[in-house]
């Protein structure tokens, strides 16, 4: 069976009403960045960082998956798919995605501030302060900050080696380590960019660019994909 490794970023969300990060109207236009997501942010003020997370898991429990995760949900009936995310919300689990790897968290999960191994599925939106883990430190969002270690891209690169087909779709690639993954992908791999406002990318062999949103885009691929069934 054909590895398909998809690399996703706040684009194929955004047609479920989620807001990106660049770009117009995008979040790092209302905030800064040192302000909200970053340790010092955390240090600085805390209940400025709680309400920036708990503003955007309110809005996760209101939206849903779009037709863009339903159709990479259903690569899975011929390929091993795996989904490499920079995205935070849960919508490729709630469309039914399996294989799921979150780079820079989760917005419903909260973590211990004194032992990151204890990690809290949140019920409700809100985390306040005086929240405590069960070693009674303050919990904080699950959530990679700019300036902080992305634990789980060494797993990203192995995932991405295997890969027969890359599909990358709404990244502004801008984000390291994430956005230097394409370049552990073999040459041989078929390759595939959907993103409306995609640049020329030169350099990258068998890449085929769709300048289409995420919703148009990815049900085409993934039924062309289908069709072809085992390459
Ligand atoms: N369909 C597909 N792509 C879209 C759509 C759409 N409907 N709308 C916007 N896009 C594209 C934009 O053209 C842009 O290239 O999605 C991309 C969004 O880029 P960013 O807002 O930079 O989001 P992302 O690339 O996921 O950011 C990476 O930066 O702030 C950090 O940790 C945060 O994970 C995030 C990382």
Known sequence: ?????????????????????????????????????????WERDPELVLEFYNQRRKQLFEVSPNTAHHALAKLEKKFDTEIITQNVDDL????????????????????????????????????????????????????????EAVPAIMDAIQIVKKADIFIVIGTSMVVYP??????????????????????????????TV?????????PKLVEELLEMGEL
């Open 1 to 41: 069976m054909k590895t398909i490794v998809i690399l996703t970023g706040a684009g194929i969300s955004a047609e479920s009403g989620v807001k990106t990060f660049r770009g117009s109207n995008g979040l790092w236009n209302n905030y800064r960045i040192e302000e909200v997501a970053s340790p010092i942010a």
């Open 92 to 147: 490729h689990e709630r469309a039914g995605s399996k294989n799921i790897l979150h780079l820079h968290g989760e917005l419903k999960k909260a973590r211990s501030t004194i032992d990151p191994s204890l990690v809290y599925e949140l019920k409700d939106w809100p985390l306040n302060i005086g929240d405590q883990c069960e070693k009674g430190s303050q919990l904080r969002p699950h959530i990679v900050w700019f300036g």
């Open 178 to 207: 994430a956005a230097g993954l394409i370049n552990y992908v073999s040459n041989e791999a078929k390759k595939y960019l959907i993103d409306p406002n995609a640049e020329e990318v030169s350099g990258i062999k068998n890449l």
């Open 210 to 218: 769709i300048r289409k949103n995420a919703g148009e885009g990815v």
